[in-house]
Every structure is written in C-alpha cells, then in structure tokens.
C-alpha cells in the first residue's frame, strides 16, 4: 500500500503537489520559466546578406551588425569629368535609405541621385527603378554661384538657372573617399530642397562614401522677378 495511503494522507493530483512545495523550492522555478521566453527573444538574429558592390549577380555577403537594409543606389553624374551613370549595391539603415535629389552647378552639369532599399537577403539585386530624368527644362529660378572644387576659396561660378523641381540654393561642404586618405569637397549651385534637408547624412555616390560637414541651404530666386521666393513641398 502506498505510504500516503498508510499515512492517512489523501492523494494530490500533480499541480498540487507543486503547489505544495516549499516556497523556496518554488522560486527557482518560476524564474526559469519566466526567463525562458527572454532567452530564446535574446537570441542575435542571423545576420542579413547584401549584394555589394557594383555586379548584381554575385553573391550577398554579410553586412554588419549595425545595418537593417539593403540598398541599392543609382547615380548619374556630370559635374566633372569624368562623367558617368552608375549602379552601386551596400549595406544601409532604414533611416538613411530611399531618396532622391538632384543638383546642378551649371548648362549641362548634375548629379541625379536616387536609392532604394528592401530587407531580404540578396533582395538588392532585384529593385529596378530610374534616377530623375535628365532634364534642361528651366524653372525660372535662379542661385548666385554654381562651383564644385576642393576648397571654399576655388570654387568660383556664375548664377546657375535651376531646372525641374529645384527650389533651392546649397553650400555644401565635406569630404570623401576612405577616412585614411579622404579628400574635400565644396558645391555649390542649385538642389532640391531636400539636400539640405538631408545634410547631416552620410551617403554613397558612386561608391565613394561622402561626408557632410557644413550644409547652408535658402529658396533660389526668381530670375523675373529677383524676389526670394518661399520654400514649397516638392
């Protein structure tokens, strides 16, 4: 005969017998199983793989840690020679990803740069969409000086006609190119408002990664009219 049943001791069911263990029996198994869920959400997740560099068909490696997305960035570039149009695949942040602007320092002279992003492994080589058209169209806005050159004091220009949905005179300094042996950059000339806006970025063209420093943005003016005009939504 079992001892509880000699002892007089009714029979427990199985969550009684747990309930009567000693309270200091207890908590280490509460902990444990209130940790458990923690320690599997805790878990690193794997990390997310990239096309990088400027070959769509090779394959994604890894990025690291500090990037959620993957990115893929179109530039078309005349500021100087040489001229080029260009497709650059990397690793970014959701925050920093999926714009567009435009500059022109001159008849002829631009950058059109767009990115896009997405978050599935490999998933860059996959997004197709165009910069902003290459366009000559004038706006009837005008900026006093358009330049790009190494230093403040070399960039020198004449007014510069804003084209498209350009609004916007800019003074942007920085550098680029690897930080052992990364170079300045001054531009300067019309944009798109939100080149200054998104000044204190840092981004990609041509897989040159480019630096903010400064960035000294106001509404162009009406070449008819000569009267700043009032910044507007693009």
């Given at each position: 005969m ?40 805790s ?25 959620d ?54 998933c ?8 902003p ?19 403040e ?57 480019y ?24």
């Open positions: 079992p001892c509880a049943h000699k002892s007089g001791l009714k029979k427990h069911s199985s969550s009684a017998l747990f309930l009567a263990l000693p309270y200091d029996s207890m908590v280490p198994l509460l902990v444990l199983c209130l940790l458990s869920p923690l320690l599997v959400a878990a690193d997740p794997p990390a997310l793989k990239c096309i990088q560099g400027y070959d769509a068909t090779q394959a994604p490696t890894e990025c690291s840690s500090d990037f997305t993957c990115v893929t960035i179109k530039d078309e570039y005349t500021l100087t020679d040489p001229k080029f149009n260009a497709t650059f695949y990397t690793c970014g942040r959701n925050f920093s990803c999926a714009h567009a602007f435009t500059i022109t320092i001159g008849d002829g002279k631009h950058l059109r740069h767009t990115s896009a992003c997405c978050t599935t492994d490999g860059n080589a996959n997004l197709k969409w165009g910069v058209p290459a366009s000559s169209r004038k706006n009837g806005l005008i900026c006093p000086i358009g330049c790009i050159a190494a230093t004091e070399t960039c020198i220009g004449g007014k510069v006609s804003c084209t498209d949905a350009e609004n916007t005179c800019i003074n942007l300094t920085g550098t680029y190119g690897p930080k052992e042996d990364s170079k300045s950059f001054v531009v300067k000339g019309c944009g798109t408002r939100n080149v200054g806006e998104l000044y204190s970025l840092n981004g990609f063209i041509n897989g040159n990664c630096k903010m420093r400064t960035a000294i943005w106001k509404p162009a003016k009406s070449s008819s009219t000569n009267h700043i005009l009032e910044k507007s939504s693009l």
